[in-house]
């Protein structure tokens, strides 16, 4: 009698795996192609500037804040809130102008303004001038700006100006880009003595027409009692423009 036959089971093929093939690129090339991009060109990666407030005091409240034109809703109000999502906008022709007019005199250490052109495009200021003196009849330019890309918090360089025992230079000032300055107030201990600072913005980006500036501080010392009589008994010696230069009394 035959045996049954026996079932095979189909013996399993084992596959085989190659490896992908050598890339015919360098390693530096693949690095430049998956290298992180930018969402838009030009954007600047820079860190904010450092700035401390150890010793200092803002003394915004203590002036009262106009400026030339503004849209509804998009005043001082706007400007000076905490809140950089908010700002003042310009409506009408330039320059575009903003008086910090105080009560008394002070003593200023820094001065911060915040601009953003990545979301302001062609309200963004690309040159901007500040002034000082007793009141509009005197204001003597102190600072003059010049912006390509501007973003964040811009620390206003105060050398030059009277005042600081070690205030280094004198008369205008031009610089690109963010805005120089020591963190925590003004270089060599400059100090610009005033009654009234006045902003001017003269040109933005792309040509446009109005503005954009989303905050502005004014710092002084903490010690001392700024601007009053019982204090630094000192003469108005204005901003102090290199060496008693355009002095006003």
């Not at 930018?38 to 401390?52: H, L």
Request: charged fraction near 25%.
């Amino acid at each position: 009698m035959p045996r049954p036959r026996r079932s095979q089971t189909p013996r399993e093929t084992p596959i085989q795996t190659q490896d992908p093939p050598a890339s015919p690129l360098s390693s530096s090339t693949e690095e430049l192609i998956n290298a992180p991009i930018d969402d838009e060109e030009g954007t600047s990666t820079e860190k904010p500037e450092e700035f401390s407030t150890a010793g200092l005091k803002e003394i915004g409240n203590l002036a009262s804040w106009t400026v030339s034109t503004a849209k509804p809703g998009c005043g001082v109000e706007a400007l000076r809130d905490e809140d950089v999502n908010l700002f003042w906008q310009s409506d009408g022709p330039q320059p575009h102008l903003l008086n910090i007019h105080f009560f008394k005199r002070v003593s200023i250490v820094a001065i911060r303004l915040y601009l953003d052109w990545e979301n302001d495009e062609s309200y963004t200021p690309t040159k901007m001038s500040l002034l000082a003196g007793t009141g509009y009849h005197d204001l003597v330019e102190f600072r003059e700006l010049s912006f390509e890309q501007p973003r964040g918090w811009i620390n206003i360089n105060l050398s030059g100006v009277g005042g600081g025992g070690g205030a280094e230079g004198g008369g205008k000032g031009k610089r690109k880009g963010k805005g120089a300055g020591s963190s925590g107030g003004g270089e060599a201990g400059a100090v610009l003595r005033a009654w009234l600072v006045q902003v001017k913005v003269s040109e933005n980006h792309q040509n446009g027409k109005d503005t954009h500036v989303r905050g502005l501080q004014i710092f002084a010392r903490e010690e001392g009692d700024e601007g009053e009589e019982g204090g630094a008994r000192e003469e108005w010696g204005a901003v102090g423009l290199g060496g008693g230069e355009d002095e006003l009394r």
